[in-house]
């Protein structure tokens, strides 16, 4: 296993990290992702290069602001099922995502200073479509399912496993327990439709406190992204303890709902300012928000206006 770096505590510093991947490469570059798989660029050294420039204009924007800087593996997509319908063997697989943390550790020494520390997260993403929860699992098959992707991030040296954009907290326990078995801290993400509910109805409040319950305070923290700030800001409100367990948001830059945007053949970017401000709400609902990043349709642009917003 490669040596990792020793996680620091989130909450003491501020992070900045990415904004959505995905639409960047898709709605700005042109480029076709099959099922929006960002990993698929890992295999040649054009598309590893392409992502090694969008990651430094984000750690440029950290080291300006003097901020820490999270580190997110193009491996949201890179699991077996996905794999399999792109023709990648496991092994394959195994080394993508290997190759994924690599460039990061490369792009950290390249970077990291004292005042922008660096962590590296290795990205899962849902089994099943992250906007409706049809990959019903227990949460022992959940595991089973997400463990061999946790183990090759977690035996390439990712310092910790971030779980994006999950609609089910039964997905979401099972991503706990397999990467307690890989000995790896883990990030828990779920997303939430304009209600602020997740897609099956469930309130996030109930997601939060059911895989605390179950996994023994697994998670070292939880997040919310692939929403717009206006879709969940009215839950999170008074002083529940559940709330002190959100360190992190990755918002849409629009403000359309999930079905609005799966069916849009067009970027709603929205507006990059107006997102900072929204974000500094956020601050004063979330006494414990520390990692600021985007989801679909989010650039350097909303980034740097996050940044300015919240870090002035």
């Known amino acids: 296993m490669t040596h990792k770096q020793p996680l620091l505590r989130i909450s003491d510093t501020m992070f900045l990290t990415d904004g959505g991947l995905e639409t960047t490469l898709v709605f700005h570059d042109g480029m076709d992702l099959p099922y929006f798989a960002a990993f698929d ?30 580190l997110e593996s193009a491996t949201w997509r890179a699991s077996s099922d996905w794999g399999e319908k792109m023709g990648y063997t496991v092994d394959e697989l195994s080394r ?48 089973a399912y997400h463990l061999p992707q946790i183990r090759s991030l977690a035996d390439a ?19 706990v327990q397999a990467a307690q078995s890989a000995d790896i801290p883990v990030v828990i993400s779920f997303t939430v439709e304009t209600d602020g509910r997740l897609p099956n109805g469930q309130t996030l409040r109930t997601a939060i406190e059911t ?42 830059a629009s403000c359309k709902s999930h079905a609005e945007l799966d069916e849009s053949d067009t ?22 928000l520390s990692v ?21």
């Not at 890992?42 to 901020?67: C, F, P, S, V």
């Not at 993508?96 to 993403?125: D, F």
């Not at 479509?129 to 990959?135: A, H, L, T």
Request: aromatic share 6%; with cysteine; hydrophobic share 35%.
């Open 41 to 70: 660029l890992l295999k040649d050294e054009t598309g590893t290069t392409r992502l090694h420039a969008y990651y430094q204009q984000y750690i440029d924007l950290a080291i300006e602001y003097g901020l820490g800087f999270m």
């Open 157 to 175: 040296g990712a310092d910790l496993i971030t779980a994006l954009t999950l609609p089910t907290i039964e997905e979401a326990i099972g991503i």
């Open 292 to 312: 600021l990043g985007g989801c679909c349709g989010t650039d350097h642009r909303h980034i740097g206006a996050i940044a300015q917003a919240c870090c002035k």
């Open 211 to 252: 895989v605390d319950a179950t996994t023994n305070i697994g998670p070292a923290y939880y997040m919310i992204n692939c929403a717009h700030p206006s879709h969940f800001d009215q839950v999170l409100t008074g002083n529940a303890s559940w709330l002190s367990r959100i360190q992190g948001i990755r918002a849409n």
């Open 96 to 143: 993508i995502n290997r190759r994924a943390v690599t460039l990061l550790q490369e792009l950290r020494a390249q970077n990291q200073t004292n005042q922008t520390p660096m962590i590296i997260s290795g990205n899962v993403g849902p089994r099943g479509d992250g906007y409706v929860p049809d990959q019903l699992m227990s949460p022992d098959v959940a595991a």
């Open 267 to 288: 970027l709603d970017d929205g507006n990059p300012q107006e997102l900072g401000q929204q974000y500094r709400v956020l601050q004063t609902l979330l006494p414990h």
